[in-house]
């Protein structure tokens, strides 16, 4: 089946009530059929419900949904974005390990990486996506991973990921790509050869700004990794399940280690009825992105022939640095746009007179979204920390909704020109 049919019914075999919806399943545990069903649940013998923090009826459809529109084998959902990408990541390492990131990411996943893995005993190591040699010199036999998404936000940065996946695949290190802005209608990361793919769908999936959310997809060549050496919890026995060894027992042993022993121990369980507002959303994704990246390029366009407009940053003008790399291996880019206006005052004063746009920290809302970093989640750098995080103090950034096109133009145009 194609994705858009994928997304509308893959995973979800109606019960008796023939329910056309996914029904919400707002219970906490589930009842065994005997103390002899319960001992098979408990022994990995049987596949069924046991309690919501390690499974879901209405959550195991999302996952399905998800897993087979990404060119998965599986999926695992959890509370948050940051849920995932911290699940994903401490997946595979131990105190003592190093991961390598790519300089560009998300601001909440450098924090993690360099600060709080930090207190584990876990180093962090920056990487330039668009010279993936460096992690030749990087990788070490404690390298766990490679994290980097295939539009980062804020930067907008497109890796040039053949080359980055053909290094690691040298090294035998498992590659995680946050697609989040881009969604699997942008890229596939899958099939591109990364290892296990994540999300933040508190934003394009979810789609209108109602829920936080995130999830993590296993690709079906990610066990080829996990089997040598360099990840020894795959293959050796886990002794809080009787000595399982994950790589023995399971064809998908990534999420099912996730599954059974972080989210256990852990705990950062979505909501069922967030995971079924992740199923409305997935309905139309395919539309929407479409449409969110249709627009942004046009407003790209408009920002660029304006004359009190620095530099606009969106990886399908032809002018950007990541167009060929956008070329390459995407379809569409999402709806972030950034532009860069004389100085801090000029910004904060276009952001005030913006009519249609919101002042608002997110992105990927059905509504338009704009931010200042400098006087915002930036506020606390200097001019010359600005600068090399690649914020400028004059910079401004976009989430592009799916209001009309023409409309948020001319909000841009009246907000620019009020302004001196
Ligand atoms: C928002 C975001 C996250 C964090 O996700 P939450 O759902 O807010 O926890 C991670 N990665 C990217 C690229 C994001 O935009």
Not at 239 to 253: D, I
């Amino acid at each position: 089946m194609k994705d858009a049919t994928l997304a509308l019914h893959y995973g979800y075999d109606k019960d008796k009530q023939k329910t056309m919806q996914v029904p919400i399943y707002m219970t906490t545990a589930y009842e065994y059929e005997d103390t002899d069903h319960a001992a098979r649940l408990f022994d990995l013998q049987e596949e069924g419900n046991i309690y919501t923090r390690i499974g879901n009826p209405t959550t195991r459809v999302f996952e399905k949904r998800i897993s087979a529109i990404e060119r998965g084998i599986d999926a695992l959902a959890t509370a948050s974005g940051m849920a995932a990408i911290f699940y994903a990541i401490s997946n595979l390492i131990k105190s003592g390990d190093n991961v390598i990131i790519s300089d560009k990411l998300y601001g909440g996943s450098i924090t993690l990486n360099t600060q709080t893995l930090k207190q584990f005993n876990i180093e962090a190591k920056y990487f330039n996506v668009h010279n993936p040699e460096e992690l030749n010199e990087l990788i070490d036999e404690k390298t766990k991973l490679i994290l980097i998404e295939s539009v980062a936000n804020p930067a907008l940065t497109v890796p040039e990921f053949d080359s980055i996946i053909e290094i690691a695949k040298r090294h035998n290190v498992i590659v995680i790509c946050d697609n989040t802005i881009a969604t699997p209608y942008g890229v596939k990361p899958i099939e591109l050869g990364v290892d296990i793919v994540v999300h933040s769908a508190s934003k394009y999936i979810v789609g209108n700004g109602s829920a936080i959310a995130g999830c993590i997809i296993e690709a079906p060549f990610a066990k080829e990794k996990l089997k040598t050496d360099r990840y020894p919890q795959f293959n050796e026995p886990d002794e809080s399940y009787h000595g399982l060894v994950y790589n023995e027992k399971f064809e998908n042993p990534f999420i099912a280690r996730a599954r059974l022993a972080l989210l256990r121990d852990y705990g950062a369980v979505i909501s069922p009825f967030n995971s079924w507002l992740l199923l409305q959303g997935l309905e139309h994704l395919h539309l929407r992105i479409k449409e969110h990246s249709n627009n942004a390029l046009k407003i790209a366009k408009f920002l660029e022939t304006h004359p009190k407009i620095k530099k606009v940053n969106y990886p399908f003008l032809e002018t950007d640095v990541n167009y060929a790399y956008a070329k390459k291996y995407l379809k569409y880019a999402g709806g972030i746009v950034s532009f860069e206006v004389e100085n801090y005052e000029s910004a904060k004063n276009i952001v005030k007179n913006l009519k249609i746009f919101s002042l608002v920290t997110n992105i990927g809302d059905s509504k338009s979204l704009a931010t200042h970093p400098a006087s915002t989640t930036h506020q606390q750098l200097s001019h010359e920390e600005l600068e090399a995080a690649g914020v400028p103090e004059g910079l401004i950034r976009l989430s592009i909704g799916l209001e009309d096109v023409d409309d948020l133009i001319d909000d841009l145009r009246n907000a620019i020109e009020k302004t001196n």
